[in-house]
């Protein structure tokens, strides 16, 4: 079966340290890979994505690699910003025919202090 | 225009109400959806439209009840709600074609929160 996990949070970083969000999965196929990020009392902002593997994404300062030799897509930032507090959510995509069942890790919250 | 409009955007109800979530998007997409999200809680999958026509039912009570009126358009009517439905409701869309071109990604509306009490 298909499945996310995801490091259990919260993580607190000071402004400018360097962020790791781990993220594996197990897939059948060959789905393609997301970061989504929900701000406080918003809704879900695709934050970079990748569709096959040795891939990598990139948007914002973030940046993930798809590895499928580890099964992995970890998240980092080099230097994290108090605007980056959120939580951010791994997915991966198997295509179904007709629409995408997108499977979401448990989600990390993150919390960067000044 | 690549948004997913969600209205309304906060709703408080009482558990004989009857009240209705809209979403509404103009990228062309053909697949739409609802989810259910519980405080810092991941959202759960509870229904899939493709083409108008619905795909996915994850087992969810029927005092939600969905309605794709055209490729546009998502309603999620409610009747009868409990406290614990009480949740951020997120609509999605994606495309539906199997081509290279589709990455699989979900684009997602602010979300509706709702408090039944």
């Known amino acids: 079966g298909n499945s996310v996990t995801q490091m259990e949070g919260p993580v607190t970083l000071s402004e400018e340290a360097f962020l790791t969000i781990n993220c594996t999965y197990t897939?059948?196929?060959?789905?393609?890979l997301f970061w989504y990020v929900q701000y406080p009392g918003e809704g879900l902002q695709l934050l970079l994505k990748a569709t096959k593997a040795d891939d990598k994404g990139s948007n914002k300062g973030f940046e993930a690699t798809y590895r499928k030799e580890t099964t992995s897509f970890h998240l980092e930032k080099g230097s994290v910003q108090v605007s980056d507090s959120a939580v951010y959510f791994c997915a991966l995509a198997p295509f179904s025919g007709g629409y995408n069942k997108l499977i979401f890790g448990a989600g990390t919250r993150l919390a960067v202090h000044p | 225009d690549t948004e997913v409009t969600q209205t309304p955007k906060h709703l408080v109800m009482g558990m004989t109400n009857k009240k209705s979530l809209k979403c509404e998007q103009h990228m062309g997409h053909r697949a739409m959806y609802w989810y259910k999200q519980k405080a810092k809680k991941p959202p759960e999958l509870m229904f899939v439209?493709?083409?108008?026509?619905?795909?996915i039912n994850e087992s969810v009570p029927s005092r939600f009840s969905p309605e794709c009126p055209n490729s546009s358009l998502l309603n999620l009517h409610l009747h009868a709600l409990q406290p614990e439905d009480s949740a951020l409701y997120l609509c999605?869309?994606?495309?539906?074609?199997?081509?290279?071109?589709?990455?699989?990604?979900?684009?997602f509306g602010e979300g509706s929160r709702l408090t039944v009490l």
């Open positions: 999605a869309s994606s495309r539906s074609d199997p081509g290279s071109t589709n990455t699989g990604e979900l684009f």
């Open positions: 897939a059948t196929g060959y789905p393609s």
């Open positions: 439209y493709s083409y108008e026509k619905l795909s």
